[in-house]
């Protein structure tokens, strides 16, 4: 018995078409076609070669000591700040809605005893973990936009469109979100508070898209680059402390 197929039925059209549907499907969707793989940031290296690079703050802070060391078998990042402040950057672009969690460890032999991160002559931390966001700053205030002026004048540098910053704090609680005294387009949030886990490594997984809504109420553009900062520039305390490498996750 001949087989009657439907008009315009043909297997093989409709084969390499699912195939053509699939792979843009997994091309646009990562986590959709294929599985999602993890992207680590290139390991710390004090020379600049891996793309990470000394950044200071400003010509009238001292900078704080970074540089690449060993962990047992890992390399990973040493802090030494004395009064100091300055940030270890690395410039890469990503899209946070692909890879939205934010991985990394870190390890501080002391918190700074004197800083209130809700007061602007006392915000220091022993750990900071920073990631820029790109936007239209067109939109922004007239007097945020007279801030990324300043500081571009201070810094030499223009400044992301918004800041989330991850904190070891005192006395906040975890998840605080705290508002810079600087400028509304930085936010740093709570993700260890108190003495507990100092002097041990301590790890953290943060869902950058929820907290960067949490925090400025909107979705975010696309990832600028990553830092890590040690700062006593404001108490003239002294601290050291240890970062492994940021990775980007599914979530």
Not at 225 to 249: E, I, P, R, W
Request: charged share 25%.
């Amino acid at each position: 018995m001949q087989t009657v197929r439907p008009h315009g039925a043909c297997p093989f059209k409709q084969h390499r078409l699912a195939r053509i549907v699939a792979s843009i499907a997994a091309a646009l969707a990562p986590g959709l076609g294929m599985a999602c793989t993890a992207s680590t940031l290139p390991p710390f290296d004090a020379t600049g070669t891996s793309g990470w690079v000394h950044t200071p703050l400003s010509r009238l802070k001292r900078d704080t000591d970074y540089r690449a060391v060993r962990d047992g078998s890992d390399r990973v990042l040493q802090a030494k700040a004395n009064g100091s402040a300055s940030a270890f950057v690395h410039m890469q672009a990503a899209d946070p809605t692909a890879r939205p969690v934010l991985a990394w460890r870190w390890r501080t032999d002391a918190l700074v005893s004197a800083a209130d991160n809700k007061d602007a002559k006392r915000e220091d931390a022993p750990v900071r973990v920073i990631v820029g966001f790109d936007g239209d700053k067109s939109k922004l205030p007239e007097n945020e936009q007279r801030r990324f002026s300043m500081a571009k004048k201070l810094s030499g540098r223009d400044m992301p469109y918004a800041t989330l910053m991850y904190i070891w704090e005192n006395r906040q609680p975890v998840d605080t979100v705290i508002d810079s005294a600087h400028t509304e387009r930085l936010k740093m949030i709570v993700v260890e508070s108190g003495t507990q886990g100092v002097g041990n490594w301590r790890s953290y997984q943060r869902n950058l898209v929820k907290d960067y809504e949490k925090a400025f109420g909107e979705r975010p553009g696309r990832i600028l680059g990553f830092a890590v900062m040690t700062d006593t520039d404001n108490t003239g305390a002294s601290v050291t402390a240890l970062y492994g490498a940021l990775q980007l996750k599914c979530e």
